[in-house]
Nanobody, 124 residues
């Protein structure tokens, strides 16, 4: 059974940092692209970042470019999202998602499994 479990969310002040983790199990993690997506209160799903299966290629949404860094440790079956210079508009539930193939997907129809998410609240 595929499982994706996020952790690392919490309350942080504007300008602060957090590192999210996504522990994967039930599939060969190193073969699949992964993404982070988020959903702010009352808003739709937003793709945040993606990484290919080997970790050599990454991409970011315009709203987080230059502030967030995606990475993965295939030996530990874990995906990460380092978030710096956080803003109140970054407040959302962050989820990791598995792609069908070796590259990431920007669209939800290219993702076949999601975690339940972890809440990030950026507030003073």
């Amino acid at each position: 059974e595929v499982q994706l479990v996020e952790s690392g969310g919490g309350l942080v002040q504007p300008g602060g940092s957090l590192r999210l983790s996504c522990a994967a199990s039930g599939f060969t993690f190193s073969r699949y692209g992964m993404s982070w997506v988020r959903q702010a209160p009352g808003k739709g799903l937003e793709w945040v970042s993606g990484i290919n299966s080997g970790g050599s290629s990454t991409s970011y949404g315009d709203s987080v470019k230059g502030r967030f860094t995606i990475s993965r440790d295939n030996a530990k079956n874990t995906l990460y999202l380092q978030m710096n210079s956080l803003k109140p508009e970054d407040t959302a539930v962050y989820s990791c998602a598995k792609a069908y193939g070796g590259s990431w997907s920007v669209e939800t129809n290219g993702m076949d499994y999601w975690g339940k998410g972890t809440l990030v609240n950026v507030s003073s």
